[in-house]
């Protein structure tokens, strides 16, 4: 618990000043007042986390959180849990999505075996097994409380480690059947929205299961009783492992000051998961593509965020990161060498006129 | 007029088998059907287009297209009509928003003054002058006929000697103030849509200067009826020297099978006029981002595209290119190194539980 509290004490808000002497910079480069959009922003939120006016990233990881979930005796998805085993043993292959993504954008993958059921072989997986996967929350809290807090610090340690080896640009990825379910489960009780208005479909689900899936949520909500105020709380009785796990990596990379990216549903509810113990985490998070899964767009709303890439990914794996990870690095070489106006020699009369007005934009 | 006639009737569906066979493989990667979305899509396209499954970009270039447009005179533009002619002269130096972002994606581009008022003076910039600057619509026909289709057969020639170094990959970007307005014109006259619903601010307008665009525009067609059952009619009335070059282009690039990029609402515009001459060039066509002009999204669904970045951007010059360029690379990646569920050790009955219904992809 030391290391939670200790970590969320020293997450502080991102850098302002720098945001400023960014946004200065960004609107005398030669074009249109924010015409290059969340490129801009992208670069203007980068700095505050820096410090820095021009950044360049070093290196990427794209961590990957995986577990069971004991919920998948209820049937909550199409796919055997013995999945999750044999992608977990394949993932650091690099040869299922997110890892032939991020050797194409040049990032390394961590994975993590925080919780799987079966016994992982492949030794390039990080062994932290906080338990042989959760319980069956539609008949007992998923994990104890000690566990989830167990999970949340391992993923702060595993990220913490990838900091001070010199890793700047981070993405979350998972691997686990039924954490769709559960993911849903922790957004619905944290914002308090109704399971049928959130829960998706995950992955092939006929109209039946659907059905089933919405009926086993609302169940485990109904025994749990998780309180929307705790997080820990929510994560022990309705989550999984690999959300609290992720937790723990969004709330590192904001004590880091790294910039981390949300990839899909699971990761998502663990950024709120972050962002309800300490609300300056979102300073530090990026988003990637636009989810199928619906609870996605409940939580980028409450934190004030949007994904930038429409792409109807709903892989997971953390396979949108990578494809994040290319537009914030050219939204940073945008800043680093795109010509000011005076370098091609327009001169202040003639950038008047290509002035529109725009609110404050570091706020 | 022969090579627009030629490149019209050389332009050939794509491979449809060849797509068929990349679905298939697709189809057999590890991961749920179709959870990679748009990723699949664009890389079944591109196979169509080479007539291979796995596929790799050789060289990319971007197109960008420089003319003045006479309706300037009216005051449809913030901007003054001199920073076409500045911009034309900087954008080869690779640090305005489309050199910069090209460098990035590892891109080249192609500038082209096909019809700027002034003198062009750097010797990077191509010189195609149709004439200098069109007249204004709003008092005549933007050019003759046989500009417009010499603007064409300039885009086309162009593209064809690119194809011929090694190109493979096309983007296409223009400078030219006063060409949301041109492009505005072009599509309400061929998708016959009401100015007031399509057209944009495009740069920093006032709500007055606005309301004059648009009586402008309205003014312009009045004036000209524009027979939307012919394309040279529409663009030598009310379209530009840019509009019609980049429609070359596109024509161009689907003769020559290679992949070619939508950016902003000019070059939209354009792939709008090849799209109208020959229904088949939107199999070689892929989109970059989402626009903040609505005429964009009326084209984009005439067609039967979708945008997959959403950035805000609105700076044209062809910047959403190379975003777009790395997210089809990432695509053929993908196709080309994402491990079969054979390769991973699962077999048809686990592989056979991660299945969902889904259409037949190659319609």
């Known amino acids: 618990m030391n290391l939670l509290k200790e970590t969320i004490s020293n997450i502080k808000p991102s850098d302002k000043e720098a945001m400023k002497k960014t946004w200065k910079h960004i609107d005398n480069l030669t074009k249109p007042l924010g015409s290059l959009g969340k490129l801009e922003e992208i670069a203007a939120k980068y700095s505050g986390i820096t410090g820095q006016v021009f950044n360049k990233v070093s290196k990427k990881n794209i961590i990957v959180m995986c577990s069971d979930n004991g919920i998948c005796e209820e049937g909550v998805s199409s796919a055997d849990q013995i999945i999750t085993e044999v992608m977990t043993n394949g993932i650091p292959e690099m040869k299922t999505g997110v890892g032939v993504l991020a050797s194409f954008a040049n990032a390394e993958l961590t994975v993590v075996d925080i919780g799987v059921k079966g016994e992982i072989t492949n030794p390039k997986v990080i062994n932290r097994k906080v338990n042989k996967g959760t319980a069956n929350m539609c008949k007992e809290q998923a994990m104890t409380r000690e566990e989830a807090i167990k999970a949340i ?63 086993v949520l609302k169940k485990a909500l109904e025994i749990n009783k998780p309180n929307k105020e705790d997080v820990i709380d ?32 699971i990761s998502c509810a663990a950024a709120l998961c972050a962002y309800q113990l300490k609300p300056e985490s979102k300073e530090y998070m ?52 795109m010509a000011t106006f005076e370098d091609v020699g327009i001169g202040e009369e003639s950038k008047d006129r290509l002035v529109d007005v725009r609110e404050e934009k570091t706020k």
Chains 1, 2 share one sequence.
Request: net charge negative; glycine share 12%; with cysteine.
């Open 234 to 265: 929510v994560l022990s009785k309705v989550g999984g492992f690999d959300i609290a796990g992720l937790c723990g990596c969004f709330l590192s990379a904001a004590k880091n000051k790294k910039a981390i990216v949300i990839d899909g549903v």
């Open 286 to 337: 990026f988003t990637s593509h636009k989810s199928d899964e619906k609870a996605v767009n409940y939580v980028f709303k409450h934190i004030g965020l949007e994904p930038i890439l429409h792409l109807d990914m709903r892989l997971g794996e953390g396979s949108g990161c990578p494809l994040a990870f290319n537009v914030i690095e050219a939204a940073l070489h945008v800043v680093n060498n």
């Open 153 to 215: 610090e391992t993923g702060i340690e595993i990220t913490d480690k990838l900091c001070s080896e010199g890793y700047d640009l981070f993405g979350t990825g998972e691997m686990g059947i039924g954490n769709t379910s559960t993911s849903a489960s922790v957004i619905s009780s944290l914002l308090e929205i109704d399971i049928d208005d959130l829960v998706g479909k995950g992955v092939g689900l006929t109209e039946e299961q659907f059905e089933n899936k919405k009926k």
